[in-house]
Every structure is written in structure tokens, then in C-alpha cells.
């Protein structure tokens, strides 16, 4: 039988306990990841830091700030688990305890709605359970695992709208919609993910707008509070400075590449940062004896002190010393930069859009296909040490932190530029077989699920390479949904196949009897 969409639209609970073979996949599963989890901190008994990131969310956590340099959201979360724990373990227990369960739940989702086989199923609970990068994703103070939970709630919730639409599924899909925005503003393409679902589903136009309008409004009004949090610390109302950063910081990708001579006149307002910017790239036009601008669509302009958008920062925004606080002084004047750094690189990539193309755009595209591991490559980033913020909060009884391992190399995620490379061909076939052999008149079920997960992997596409500099960390929801959903529409085509086989089998004979 061709595969369809489960028309019982039985509840998710049901489905896993009242099947003995889903209740006994769960508690293999769970059994698996509690192995797991014990044999990982026996090897990384101290949590993973991004230094500079993680030392930040713990800051704006322990000050209980209402802005940061990014979205408040994993902070404000931190701050709330500590009020039952500040134990390291226990969080990241409970961080790897969400990523399971999101992903699981998304399992058990595809497998309610579509049926696939038993093995099927087997492989696709395996291959959440058993993959390394949870567990290092839920070992790192970083918002990843956080927004990954999230994202496969949000995902799950959409999946349960499209086929089985009520009006709680609404209110929880804004719910989650929102706090995905506030841990991280990679969510902004979620949205138009969500409309398109909310348009195929099957329910009242009013529950439709209703549940789009919602989730919007929480955004919104998340979106104008910050805006006015900054209007205050900076005398500027901008929503996010640090996509004026990030802007500048891909623009000078490009700009690096233009030649001296054919690089055309500013304006007035950037004629400062511009003479900084050229002397620069002038002193550094050798890139092979500079590692760092070697590299190519990376954040080495945001981040380095050496960058001429710190040394303009450094230069034009002067400190604050009404505030005693030095991190929030640094902060103020890092937030006041923003906003002029927008036009600036705005400007730059309108000038000369073709280098943009070639030698941010491209590049970044290349990435999407063999995401670099970047920060997951090494734990706490080869160093022996961490910020006092950090043994603060977790009450370490030293900043020393180690692993059993000497060289501190997270050898298990290598692969996985190459297998996020696969997954994305194998969907990439799986959609246009699909198309190809089915189209989308028939199997209205499958047929929604392959129209947004397209849709979502296209958009995911678009924002992801222009909005940062991709990376591994930012891409395993869609890895991992993808690889999902691409194994269940190939089982669906390989029965497909298969009928069509029998079919002329039994075709074959019989005309073989007619023309004796």
C-alpha cells in the first residue's frame, strides 16, 4: 500500500504508549540516552564554553539584563534554571533531556502521521538517540541547544496544524514561536513557515488568522520593547545593533577584494570609517601571512581587536562613566556603533554587488553544504581556562577545566560536514523524485509534507547565507529534519517503485497469452 497520512489523527500520547512497540522503542531509547549521557561526562566533566559568547549569556544572566549583544532569551533562561540548580550537570542533563525529548516527539509525529515501516521507524529513532552532536550541544553554554529543542517543537506543533488543526495547537505554536525568537533571531524565517502551514491546514479562517496573528503580535511586542530598552542605553531606538555589525563584517568580505584603484568615492558620514578601513586592507592585501584573513566568510572583522570596525569603534564611541559596570560600559559603546555600521555596510554592498556575490555569498553557500564544526571542533576552544563569570555561576571550586581527552578535540562531530553535504542531496533527490513520480494532485497527506519541507529548506537556504556566516551548530535542526523527512518520502517511493514492478510483472504474462 502506498504510504498516506494517518486519517485517525490518533494523539501523540496514545500513539507512543498504546503501541508496544513504540513504548518499547521509547524506553530504549531512553535507556541509550542515559548510557550516553553518563559516558560523555565521564569524559567532559565540565561543560563546553564559546569564549566570548557563553561568558556573555552568563553576564546578562547574573545582571538580569533586558539587553545583550544576543537575543536575551537563553539568558533569561539560565537565570530561571538557576533558581532550582546552578549545578553545571544538572543543566546540561536537562538541556540534553530537551533535545532528546523535542526530537523524539518529532519522531513519533512523522511516524503517527505517515506510518512508515518498522525498520523505518527503528532507523529514524536511532539516528536522533544515537548521533554525537546532541550531547555536544547540550554541553555547551550557548543558546544551540536551546533554539534546536525549540525548533522541533515548533516543527512538531506545525506538523500536528497541517493534518490535525485545534485551537490549543494555537496558542502553544505562538508560544513556542515567540520564545524561538527571543533565544534566537535565526527564527525570523520562521514565520512565513508557520503562514504557509496555517494556509494548507484545514480549519476556519478565523482560527487561521487568529493563530498567525498571535504569534506575530508576541514577536512584535518583543521586537518594540528591546527597541525601546536601546532607545535608552544608546539614544538610538534599533532592534538588534549586532546585525549592524554582522552587515559591516560581510560587506568587508567584498570590499577586501575590490582594487584600490577602481574603489569609488563615500560619503561624507563614512569618509572616517572608509580611510580605516582602506589602510587595513592596503597592510594586509598578503593573505597568506595572516591566518585569519585567510579565511573566507567568517566574523574575523566583529570580533578581532585588530578589525577596523573595533579600532572606528574604539575611536568614534567613547565610554560611558556614569556606568561603573566596565563589561556594560564596553557593551554601550559595542551597541552605539551598530546602527552606523548597518548603513555603512549597506552602502558597501550596493556598490558592488558582484563582489558581494563572489566572494561572501558563494562562498557562504558552499558552507551550507559542508557546514564548518567551528567552536564544536575543539572544547572550550584549546584553552585550560575559563571567565570568572563562569566559575561564579557554576560555583567551580577552580576556573580549570579539562577532559580525558590531551588534545581536547571533538574528533566523533568530523563527519559531519561531509554527512550534512549527503543529507542535503538525499532531500534534494527525495523532493524531485517525489515530484516526478507522484507530483502533487495525489497523496494530499505526503504531498503537504513535501511542499513545506521544501519550502522550509529553501527559506532556510536564502536566510542562512545571507544573513551570518554559517556553521555547524546553526544547521543540525535542518540536518536532522531533513534527514527524517527525506527517509520517509524515499520509502514511499521505493514502494511506489516496487508496485509499479509488480505490476508489469503480471502485465508482462499476460500479454504474452493474447499475442499467442
Known amino acids: 500500500m502506498p504510504l498516506r497520512a494517518n486519517s485517525n489523527n490518533s494523539s501523540q500520547k496514545r500513539f507512543v504508549l498504546g503501541f508496544k512497540r513504540n513504548k518499547s522503542y521509547l524506553v530504549l531509547a531512553v535507556i541509550a540516552m542515559i548510557l550516553q549521557f553518563s559516558l560523555f561526562k565521564f569524559f567532559y566533566p565540565f561543560p563546553n564554553f564559546i569564549h566570548g559568547d557563553s561568558f556573555i549569556f552568563l553576564r546578562a544572566a547574573y545582571n538580569n539584563e533586558l539587553i545583550s549583544v544576543h537575543p536575551i532569551g537563553y539568558s533569561k533562561f539560565l537565570r530561571l534554571f538557576s533558581v532550582f540548580s546552578t549545578s553545571a550537570l544538572a543543566l546540561t542533563a536537562f538541556q540534553y533531556l530537551l533535545i532528546q525529548a523535542s526530537a523524539l516527539a518529532f519522531i513519533f509525529t512523522l511516524s503517527n502521521f505517515y506510518r512508515p515501516g518498522k525498520v523505518i521507524e527503528a532507523l529514524l529513532i536511532a539516528a536522533m538517540v544515537l548521533n554525537p552532536i546532541f550531547l555536544h550541544l547540550a554541553n555547551l553554554i550557548s543558546s544551540d541547544g536551546i533554539f534546536l529543542s525549540l525548533s522541533f517543537i515548533w516543527l512538531t506543533l506545525l506538523l500536528w496544524i497541517l493534518h490535525h488543526p485545534t485551537p490549543r495547537l494555537n496558542v502553544w505554536h505562538a508560544i513556542v514561536l515567540f520564545l524561538a525568537f527571543t533565544v534566537r533571531y535565526n527564527a525570523l524565517y520562521y514565520p512565513p513557515i508557520s503562514i504557509v502551514v496555517y494556509i494548507l491546514s484545514k480549519q476556519k479562517l ?3 488568522l487568529s493563530g498567525i496573528g498571535v504569534g506575530l503580535a508576541l514577536i512584535g511586542g518583543f521586537i518594540y520593547f528591546t527597541s525601546l530598552q536601546y532607545k535608552a542605553f544608546i539614544q538610538t531606538q534599533v532592534f538588534s545593533p549586532f546585525s549592524g555589525w554582522q552587515l559591516a ?3 568587508l568580505y567584498a570590499y577586501r577584494r575590490v582594487d584600490s584603484a577602481k574603489r569609488k568615492p563615500v560619503p561624507l558620514k563614512f569618509q572616517e570609517i572608509d580611510g580605516m578601513v582602506k589602510t587595513y586592507l592596503d597592510s594586509s592585501k598578503n593573505l597568506h601571512n595572516d591566518l585569519m584573513e585567510m579565511l573566507e566568510a567568517s566574523t574575523v572583522y566583529m570580533w578581532d581587536p585588530n578589525s577596523p570596525l573595533q579600532k572606528f569603534m574604539i575611536k568614534k564611541y567613547s565610554l560611558d ?3 561603573t559596570d566596565t563589561a556594560m560600559r564596553f557593551y554601550q559603546r559595542w551597541a552605539s556603533a551598530g546602527p552606523f555600521l548597518d548603513e555603512y555596510g549597506s552602502w558597501l554592498i550596493k556598490k558592488y554587488p558582484f563582489k558581494f556575490v ?5 562562498p557562504n553557500t558552499m558552507k551550507y553544504f559542508a557546514p564548518p564544526t567551528e567552536f564544536l571542533s575543539r572544547y572550550n576552544m584549546g584553552r585550560s581556562t575559563i571567565s570568572p563569570i563562569a566559575q561564579t555561576w557554576f560555583d567551580l571550586k577552580t576556573s580549570k577545566v579539562k ?3 590531551h588534545n581536547n578535540r571533538a574528533s566523533s562531530l568530523a563527519f559531519y560536514p561531509i554527512f550534512s553535504g549527503l543529507v542535503n542531496g538525499l532531500f534534494i533527490f527525495c523532493i524531485l523524485g517525489f515530484y516526478f513520480m507522484v507530483g502533487f ?7 503537504r509534507l513535501v511542499l513545506l519541507s521544501g519550502f522550509l529548506w529553501l527559506t532556510n537556504l536564502i536566510f542562512s547565507v545571507f544573513a551570518s556566516p554559517i556553521a555547524l551548530r546553526y544547521q543540525v ?8 523527512i527525506s527517509i520517509i518520502i524515499f520509502e514511499f517511493l521505493y514502494k511506489r517503485l516496487s508496485e509499479k514492478e509488480k505490476k508489469a510483472i503480471i502485465v508482462r504474462p499476460n500479454l504474452g497469452k493474447l499475442i499467442n
Open 206 to 208: 478565523f482560527d487561521k
Open 249 to 251: 563584517n560581510n560587506a
Open 321 to 323: 562613566i556614569s556606568i
Open 358 to 362: 563572489e566572494n561572501y555569498l558563494w
Open 403 to 405: 577532559t580525558k581527552f
Open 441 to 447: 494532485k495525489q497523496q494530499t497527506g505526503l504531498s
Open 477 to 484: 535542526f535542518l540536518i536532522y529534519s531533513f534527514l527524517s
